[in-house]
Each structure stands twice: as structure tokens, then as C-alpha cells.
């Protein structure tokens, strides 16, 4: 399975970016997709997930703000930002996992995409 992310860029506080991921490969393999972030000198952190039947989790610090969907038939997973604060700023990473138990554990996908970098500044 191969993952590839883009849409990040710079972008003002209070402003709004579209990240996507594109999945290859083994792809019916994959039953829980996240995002998962990581911010220079600190961890990983999950900040969104959804499972196969389209359900949704969210980290605290982006609820309400963030929105995660997929598009099954073009194997795709976006991830929409608005309202953002100069915290997000970090690299995003799309994630995926056959199977998940805690959808916002970054040790819990096998799949990691290259990552794409959101500034907020």
C-alpha cells in the first residue's frame, strides 16, 4: 500500500487548506485511515480518523474545525482545515491500518504516507 499526501502549504491564523491523500496498491486492506501529525520536537498525534463504515473520530484540539472524509471509489482521504491556529502547524501525515481498536493511536497504522507541511502563520 502506498500513501501520498498534498495540499499543505502556509497559510494565515484563521485561514482554511484541503489536504488529500491518495492510496495505491493493496488498498482493500485498509479499514481505518487517520491523520496524524507531528510538530517539530514533539510526538506524533493523531488529530483525525474514520473507519471503514464512515464513522469519524476527533482529537480535542481540532473539533469542530477539522473535517475527515474519503472517497472510496477514487481511493482517496482529504482532511479540511479551517479556523487554523499557529499550534497546527506540523506535518501531516495520512495514515492506514486493517484493523484499528484506537482510531487516534499513531501506533496503530502500518501505512504512513510521506507527509505534507502546513505552516499556519
Known amino acids: 500500500v502506498q500513501l501520498v499526501e498534498s495540499g499543505g502549504g502556509l497559510v494565515q491564523p484563521g485561514g482554511s487548506l484541503r489536504l488529500s491523500c491518495v492510496a495505491s496498491?493493496?488498498?482493500?486492506?485498509?479499514?481505518?485511515m487517520s491523520w496524524v501529525r507531528q510538530a517539530p520536537g514533539k510526538q506524533r498525534e493523531g488529530v483525525a480518523s474514520?473507519?471503514?463504515?464512515?464513522?469519524?473520530t476527533y482529537a480535542d484540539s481540532v473539533e469542530g474545525r477539522f473535517t475527515i472524509s474519503k472517497d472510496n471509489a477514487k481511493n482517496n482521504l482529504y482532511l479540511q482545515m479551517s479556523s487554523l491556529k499557529p499550534e497546527d502547524t506540523s506535518m501531516y501525515y495520512c495514515?492506514?491500518?486493517?484493523?484499528?481498536?484506537?482510531?487516534?493511536?499513531?501506533?496503530?497504522?502500518?501505512?504512513w504516507g510521506q507527509g505534507t507541511q502546513v505552516t499556519v502563520s
Open positions: 495514515a492506514g491500518a486493517p484493523l484499528v481498536h484506537s482510531p487516534l493511536e499513531p501506533y496503530e497504522y502500518n501505512y
Open positions: 474514520i473507519e471503514d463504515n464512515g464513522g469519524t
Open positions: 496498491g493493496f488498498t482493500f486492506g485498509i479499514n481505518g
